[in-house]
């Protein structure tokens, strides 16, 4: 889907106005989230024919960041298909395969219909090899989970980040085909990520795989994925299977995977491990599998959309953003609109699970014309939110004269 172009954008920059204190003036966020299983559609008056929505006044323009398209773009290591989070509303709870994120696509070393079996192998007593058919034929639902990549940026508006309903096999029942010859074996996901050519922009190394304990991936419900959204998976996605491992960073939900193998308890970390390993929270690349905490998504939250509407009659600023992460399914945070001009405002947004995602509202009283930041946090304070409390997901927007 197209995005909309900047509404009434200024022609030079203009200085920054701090707001009125908020103080009682601000009105209390009402989360809501409605549907089932709704497509990811866009809004009701998307497109040139659609009539236009009387109650919103200005689309206010996210700035310091860098252009941003949902197609396609780059080659090999260096794809990228974003999703439009300013899409996003409160019906959004499946964006289905098509609107999907893609970081990487597939391998141009990769023949069709490859790989062709799944292997499980090392520390076993019998190595198998599960034809891709028999994993489509045992192929069950696993319900709706959030994919985010770890390299989710302010650059590309966040749109590395989805959410749609899964179809595929658990990691523990495929291992349960084997039997281990080590009680302490860990446990290797590699795909063909072969691609013929390097990064260009030098983010990126051929490669996955990702060294998990056993008991990591029962506990995550992990499973490899042969349909998204209703449909197989598509090349770009990681087909015949992928690994999806529930509230975990997408670089451990590993494309092309063609192999499972048990390794021993110090095997090394992979090469993979080590190019995620900042920013999935590790403190430093280690050089031991055993040795990286679990790469799990913390409590994040981001404003999507902000927006001048006609409210009741009066003209108002309306916020809309994402809160996904952690173990919760309720999380309380606190919005601070333009730092050091009032109070922040309490807000509450429940996520439907920990593995999807809560789209959260504020309205409030307008704002002034220049830029103005939006920053969130969550409570309890203590709440692991790292990149909350660095504010990675904090942005900026402008509001025109």
């Given at each position: 889907?197209?995005r909309?172009?900047?509404?009434?954008?200024?022609?030079?920059?203009?200085?920054?106005?701090?707001?009125?204190?908020l103080?009682?003036?601000?009105?209390?966020?009402v989360?809501?989230?409605?549907?089932?299983d709704?497509?990811?559609?866009g809004?009701?008056d998307?497109g040139?024919?659609?009539?236009?929505?009387?109650?919103?006044?200005a689309?206010?323009?996210?700035?310091?960041?860098?252009?941003?398209?949902?197609t396609?773009?780059?080659r090999?290591?260096?794809?990228?298909?974003?999703?439009?989070?300013g899409?996003?509303?409160?019906?959004t709870t499946?964006?289905?395969?098509?609107?999907?994120?893609?970081?990487?696509e597939?391998?141009?070393?990769?023949?069709?219909?490859e790989?062709?079996f799944l292997?499980?192998?090392g520390?076993?007593?019998?190595?198998?090899?599960v034809?891709?058919?028999e994993?489509?034929?045992?192929?069950?639902p696993?319900?709706?989970?959030?994919?985010?990549?770890?390299?989710?940026?302010r650059?590309?508006?966040?749109?590395?980040l989805?959410?749609?309903a899964?179809?595929?096999?658990l990691?523990?029942?495929?291992?349960?085909?084997?039997?281990?010859?080590?009680?302490?074996?860990?446990?290797?996901?590699?795909?063909?990520?072969d691609?013929?050519?390097?990064?260009?922009?030098?983010?990126?190394?051929k490669?996955?795989?990702w060294?998990?304990s056993?008991?990591?991936?029962?506990?995550?419900?992990?499973?490899?994925?042969?349909?998204?959204?209703g449909?197989?998976?598509?090349?770009?996605?990681?087909a015949?299977?992928?690994?999806?491992v529930?509230?975990?960073?997408g670089?451990?939900?590993?494309?092309?995977?063609?192999?499972?193998?048990?390794?021993?308890?110090?095997?090394?970390a992979?090469?993979h491990?080590?190019?995620?390993?900042l920013?999935?929270?590790?403190?430093?690349?280690?050089?031991?599998?055993?040795?990286?905490?679990?790469?799990?998504?913390?409590v994040?939250?981001?404003?999507?959309?902000?927006?001048?509407?006609?409210?009741?009659?009066?003209?108002?600023?309306?916020?809309?953003?994402?809160?996904?992460?952690?173990?919760s399914v309720?999380?309380?945070?606190?919005?601070?609109?333009?730092?050091?001009?009032?109070?922040?405002v309490?807000?509450?947004?429940?996520?439907?699970?920990?593995?999807?995602?809560?789209?959260?509202?504020?309205?409030?009283?307008?704002l002034?014309?220049?830029?103005?930041?939006v920053?969130?946090?969550?409570e309890?304070?203590?709440?692991p939110?790292?990149?909350?409390?660095s504010?990675?997901?904090?942005r900026?927007?402008e509001?025109?004269?």
């Amino acid at each position: 889907m197209p995005r909309r172009p900047p509404e009434d954008a200024p022609t030079a920059e203009r200085r920054i106005r701090r707001r009125d204190a908020l103080g009682a003036a601000l009105s209390a966020l009402v989360w809501a989230c409605g549907g089932d299983d709704a497509p990811f559609a866009g809004p009701a008056d998307a497109g040139p024919d659609a009539p236009a929505d009387p109650s919103l006044l200005a689309r206010h323009t996210f700035v310091g960041e860098a252009p941003f398209s949902v197609t396609k773009v780059g080659r090999g290591l260096d794809a990228r298909k974003r999703l439009d989070l300013g899409e996003i509303d409160t019906t959004t709870t499946d964006v289905g395969a098509d609107a999907f994120f893609v970081r990487t696509e597939a391998p141009d070393g990769l023949p069709p219909n490859e790989p062709a079996f799944l292997a499980l192998g090392g520390l076993v007593s019998q190595p198998l090899s599960v034809p891709m058919g028999e994993l489509v034929r045992d192929t069950r639902p696993m319900g709706t989970h959030l994919l985010e990549c770890s390299g989710n940026t302010r650059d590309g508006a966040f749109g590395l980040l989805s959410v749609t309903a899964w179809e595929g096999v658990l990691v523990a029942d495929l291992l349960a085909k084997v039997s281990s010859t080590d009680p302490g074996a860990r446990v290797l996901v590699s795909g063909r990520d072969d691609h013929s050519a390097p990064s260009e922009e030098g983010h990126s190394q051929k490669g996955a795989s990702w060294i998990f304990s056993r008991a990591d991936l029962v506990r995550a419900g992990a499973f490899l994925a042969t349909k998204m959204g209703g449909r197989p998976l598509t090349r770009d996605h990681g087909a015949p299977a992928r690994l999806v491992v529930p509230g975990w960073y997408g670089c451990t939900a590993i494309k092309w995977v063609d192999t499972i193998t048990l390794v021993p308890d110090d095997a090394p970390a992979t090469d993979h491990m080590k190019e995620f390993a900042l920013r999935t929270h590790q403190h430093y690349a280690f050089d031991l599998a055993r040795e990286y905490s679990p790469a799990a998504l913390e409590v994040s939250a981001v404003c999507t959309r902000a927006e001048t509407r006609l409210v009741d009659g009066k003209p108002r600023l309306r916020l809309r953003g994402l809160v996904w992460g952690g173990t919760s399914v309720t999380t309380l945070l606190r919005l601070f609109l333009d730092e050091g001009g009032g109070d922040p405002v309490t807000v509450r947004a429940p996520a439907p699970h920990p593995t999807t995602w809560g789209v959260w509202e504020w309205t409030g009283p307008v704002l002034g014309p220049g830029r103005h930041t939006v920053r969130l946090h969550a409570e309890p304070i203590d709440m692991p939110q790292r990149r909350l409390k660095s504010g990675h997901y904090t942005r900026t927007f402008e509001v025109s004269g």
